[in-house]
């Protein structure tokens, strides 16, 4: 619905520029009738070009504004996860449940996303970054920028192991509250 209305209502969104005919020219619209005619979809369409680039831009700023980020995570979504299993009747698979994937996987990254802005984890955090994409066999990951904040930054490669290990300890510890997450979301669909 929503784009079928931003398509409707190009006439009164659309602003036409010299650049523009340029710019059409230079990505090879050569047919003078689709000159001027693209749809374009503003930055408030979730996961359009414009909403990218500004999450972009915002993700540039907050590196300008804190530093460079200390820690890259990755968390992949394992079909193998008790909280996954559990739930798959006979004969079934993980691969044939992406709905039950990706609500599990979303219970567990939002607990570690709040240990992480708590500071239970790396310590004290300036500013976090995530994206979460699929794989191409489907399952979920998630790709994490943290910066500390200046009086938490490791400096020695010990200091990332012993962060390390603290937070896969804590991960394990959270498996109750992923149950507790499932049970909510489950009730609520």
């Known amino acids: 619905m929503q784009l079928e209305f931003l398509r409707s209502n190009q006439k009164k969104l659309r602003q036409e520029q010299y650049q523009g005919v340029v710019d059409s020219v230079i990505y090879g619209i050569t ?5 001027g005619r693209r ?3 503003p ?3 979730i996961g359009g070009p414009r ?4 999450r972009y831009l915002d993700s540039i700023a907050l590196v300008q504004e804190f530093g460079r980020p200390d ?15 559990e739930r798959l009747q006979q004969g079934e698979e993980a691969q044939n449940r992406p709905d039950l994937c990706a609500r599990v996987f979303k219970a567990k990254l939002c607990i570690l996303n709040d240990k992480i802005l708590n500071g239970e984890i790396f310590g004290k955090v300036s500013s976090v970054i995530h994206v ?11 790709h994490f920028l943290i910066i500390l904040r200046p009086k938490n930054k490791y400096m020695t490669p010990e200091a990332y192991d012993r962060a390390w290990q603290k937070g ?9 509250k ?8 489950r009730n609520e669909f």
């Open 43 to 45: 930055a408030t369409f």
């Open 168 to 176: 896969k300890s804590l991960l394990i510890q959270s498996g109750g």
């Open 31 to 35: 047919v003078g009738g689709k000159v």
């Open 51 to 54: 909403d990218l680039r500004n």
């Open 178 to 185: 992923t149950y507790d997450a499932w049970t909510l979301w």
């Open 39 to 41: 749809t374009y979809l």
């Open 132 to 142: 979460v994409e699929f794989q191409k066999r489907g399952l979920l990951h998630a």
């Open 71 to 85: 820690i890259f995570l990755t968390i992949t979504c394992n079909p193998n996860w008790q909280e996954i299993k």
